[in-house]
Nanobody, 117 residues
């Protein structure tokens, strides 16, 4: 059974930083690109970042230069460093494995990030 265990979310003031982590299980982690999605109340699920097994990374334009994705494939774990947080970054953040396990809320409970102005 595929499971994503996200953690690290918190409430921070604008300009603050957080590190999110995700430990995945139930599939061969080394074969898949991994990533992060987020969903704010009333909004659609949005892709934030992803990283391939060889380390190539993608970021949505709104987080470029502020977020950094990393991976430890020996531990089936990815992380997302969030810096210079803005109120519009407030959302529940979810881990994903491409292309099969990509969704907001179906494979893990997510972790809440709240940024106050």
């Amino acid at each position: 059974e595929v499971r994503m265990a996200e953690s690290g979310g918190d409430s921070v003031p604008a300009g603050g930083s957080l590190t999110l982590s995700c430990t995945a299980s139930g599939f061969n982690f080394d074969r898949y690109s991994m990533g992060w999605f987020r969903q704010a109340p009333g909004n659609e699920c949005e892709e934030v970042s992803n990283i391939s097994p060889d380390g190539s990374a993608y970021y949505v334009e709104s987080v470029k230069g502020r977020f950094t994705i990393s991976q430890d494939r020996a531990k089936n774990t990815i992380s997302l460093q969030l810096n210079s947080l803005k109120p519009e970054d407030t959302a529940v953040y979810y881990c994903a494995a491409y292309p099969l396990w990509v969704d907001c809320g179906r494979w893990g409970q997510g972790t809440q990030v709240t940024v106050s102005s």
